[in-house]
């Protein structure tokens, strides 16, 4: 496994056990058509780290990429919710907010490459 693999497990597992550890923060940026804010924190942080680990090992490895292509489509509602909603946008500029979106699209990439 690169050294790729283990930077994109490092990141999803950490951003999943932040779910975790600050949920209310991922509440937050979520957009209020969406219910149940803390159940999907929990469970798309779940999902965060078990696809970062799911990248460790061959047999899954497929998997936890497509997971992670998913995720970050699904996540989308979320940068653009941030982009357009003050308080959602933590009073981030808008540029880093234009920013993290535009890195949604490099996330995927990175992640289609290894399938």
């Known amino acids: 496994m690169s050294w790729h693999l283990y930077t994109l497990s ?7 056990v932040f779910h975790w550890i600050r949920p209310k923060a991922f509440m937050r940026i979520m957009p209020l058509y969406i219910p149940y804010h803390r159940l999907w924190v929990y469970l798309s942080g779940v999902a965060e780290i078990l696809a970062g680990i799911g990248l460790f090992f061959d047999t899954t490895r497929v998997i936890a990429l497509w997971a992670i292509i998913v995720m970050l489509i699904i996540f989308f509602p979320v940068h653009i919710h941030m982009l357009i909603n003050k308080k959602a946008g933590l009073n981030l500029p808008k540029s880093v907010l234009a920013f993290r979106l535009l890195l949604q699209f490099g996330l995927i990439y990175w992640a289609y490459i290894y399938i």
């Open 10 to 16: 490092f990141i999803f597992i950490i951003a999943g």
